[in-house]
């Protein structure tokens, strides 16, 4: 026997209290579909949901004067061609133009199992329809039409009466019921699906690693069933395709998840382990392992840890680990990558071997080679290159900081070094990078410097930094010359843009060549030998530095 029952909701039965609400826009003119929802959803204890690409909410409406209830509303404002299905604490509005019909088939007992068998046609043309989900929500089981419109569907222990949904984009959710032709005696499970919004998958799909590993019937799924899915204990997946939830494993959020090769399922709220990859259409909380890589469409929240790669479409919060980089939206927490990070924004820490980058605003970052930030709290700590808008401690050799100050400096010091000077920084810290030439003739005439700033006194008139600078000679080994300098220079500002400094310098001085033995300034310590000149002393730079802000 079949009963077909055309419900306004496929996945839960309610008492539609929601869509029979009075609400009342008698002063209400000259307002858009989306204004007008917004104001019937005020004070509610529900929301609409919908997707704004396909619900006209920039679209003028006549409201003005309705006292009715929400229902009949939402027809006035848009029509037949949309189905609204009530869920607990929303009202889902679809665009559903279409209806479809079930024709059964030939059903089979084999044991206590149920095989249901048809064709999905549309009401009115009574075209077949390839691609429709067919299931049972209770079991959480279900099937997908060929191009042929036919579907089989194994029932494992049916009770006396089953509820099949069948769900198509386009088309109207319809729910038949189903009486089995032979005696079943058997419980049924207990689960059932719930309404998320927010959880389209698209982007997902788009990736490179989405596009390879999601097939194109959990593709289809997704589209006709939407945003409901179903919480489960646990599930065990071969490969997305083979799991122990079947097609309804893109459906499904589970507490534990165990991917032997990888698994795509609708999320995981608990632990999941997978031995080459885990994709996940909406949010990983807690643990997630993968020997490859990781895929989330939506939030993370826990730890995350994957030999390649880690990426979550939505924020992340929490420790996040990768062999080679990690890819989120909004991070908080720690991100540790072998090659890089990339967040929409950091709170925490970003740490990488090559580089970090932040979008948005930046607390601290360390990586071997660039940090880009955008306003960056806290420090960014590189060998190389930090990039930002603002950062208060950039730690590099060369910081392009918007709003941090830029200077070019001539100098000379004791060495006898005519020098050009690039300083490079943020609020407090400052790289330098320069080329210094030796007035003497040498045989290691030119030498770079680097090194580290730190403006301890920056007024209008009068500024007072400390730096670190490491000098080494061009030339062959036997002939280098090595220089570490702690220097303190003070420094007057005829001009903002003109700085006229002269300060003392500790250092210790190294030359690979003993013939060339002298040691300037004030000698504190002499260690050389027959081989090389070693030595501590005082000495003194001064200069004109040319500052941009």
């Known amino acids: 026997m079949l009963f077909t029952l055309l419900l306004g ?81 929303y009202i889902v509005i679809r665009y559903a133009p279409n209806r479809l019909y079930l024709e059964e088939g030939d059903d089979e007992q ?61 088309y109207r959710d319809t729910t038949f019921m189903l009486l089995p032709p032979f005696d079943i005696e058997a419980s049924r499970k207990k689960a059932k699906l719930h309404y998320y919004p927010n959880g389209d998958e698209q982007n997902l799909q788009s990736t490179f690693f989405g596009r390879m590993m999601i097939g194109f019937r959990q593709q289809m799924q997704g589209l006709n069933i939407g945003n409901f899915f179903a919480e489960m204990p646990a599930q065990v997946s071969l490969v997305p395709r083979l799991s122990t939830h079947g097609m309804m494993n893109s459906q499904t959020i589970n ?110 970052q360390i990586s071997g080679l660039i940090n880009i930030g955008k306003n960056v709290t806290g420090f960014q700590l590189t060998s190389l290159l930090n990039i930002a808008d603002s950062s208060a401690y950039p730690i590099g050799l060369i910081n392009i900081i918007k709003t941090g100050e830029k200077s070019f400096t001539l100098g000379y010091d004791e060495l006898k070094y005519s020098m050009f000077t690039v300083r490079t920084g943020g609020t407090y810290s400052y790289g330098i990078v320069g080329l210094a030439h030796a007035t003497e003739d040498r045989t290691y005439n030119w030498a770079i410097d680097a090194g580290l700033g730190l403006h301890l006194v920056n007024t209008k008139w009068f500024d007072l930094d400390g730096e670190l600078v490491s000098r080494t000679s061009f030339g062959p080994p036997e002939t280098t010359l090595s220089l570490a300098s702690m220097k303190l220079l003070p420094a007057f500002s005829p001009h903002k843009n003109i700085k006229l400094f002269c300060g003392p310098s500790l250092n210790f001085l190294m030359r690979q060549n003993p013939e060339e033995n002298h040691i300037p300034g004030w000698v504190i310590e002499d260690n050389s030998n027959a081989t090389a000149v070693q030595a501590w002393y005082m000495g003194l730079s001064v200069g004109l530095q040319f500052v941009i802000i």
């Open 9 to 89: 909701c496929s996945f839960t039965i309610l008492a539609q209290g929601n869509l029979d609400k009075p609400v009342a826009l008698d002063n209400k003119q000259n307002l858009t579909i989306g204004q007008a929802l917004q104001e019937a959803g005020k004070n509610q204890d529900f929301f609409f949901s919908y997707n704004s690409d396909i619900v006209p909410e920039d679209s003028m409406v006549n409201v003005a004067g309705y006292d009715g209830n929400i229902r009949n509303l939402l027809v006035k404002m848009l029509g037949d061609r949309y189905e609204f299905i009530e869920t607990p604490g």
């Open 110 to 170: 084999i044991g206590n199992n149920w095989i249901v068998k048809g064709r999905i046609k549309d009401l009115n043309s009574n075209e077949l329809i390839a691609y429709a989900s067919v299931y049972e929500q209770t079991m959480l089981t279900s099937s997908m039409t060929d191009k042929n419109g036919y579907f089989e569907l194994k029932l494992k222990d049916p009770n006396e009466s089953v509820l099949l949904t069948v769900s198509k984009e386009d």
């Open 255 to 364: 507490h534990a998840s165990f991917n032997i090769i990888g698994g795509y399922t609708a999320g995981t709220n608990g632990v999941e382990l997978g031995g080459i990859f885990n994709i996940n259409r909406k949010d990983a909380n807690y643990l997630q392992v993968a020997g490859v890589f990781n895929l989330v469409g939506g939030n993370v929240s826990g730890v995350q840890l994957a030999g390649l790669s880690n990426r979550a479409l939505g924020k992340a919060s929490g420790f996040q680990a990768a062999g080679l980089y990690n890819h989120t939206g909004p991070f908080t927490g720690f991100q540790l990558a072998g090659l890089y990070n990339e967040a929409a924004s950091s709170t925490g820490l970003q740490m990488a071997g090559l580089m970090n980058i932040s979008e948005g605003n930046t607390d601290n």
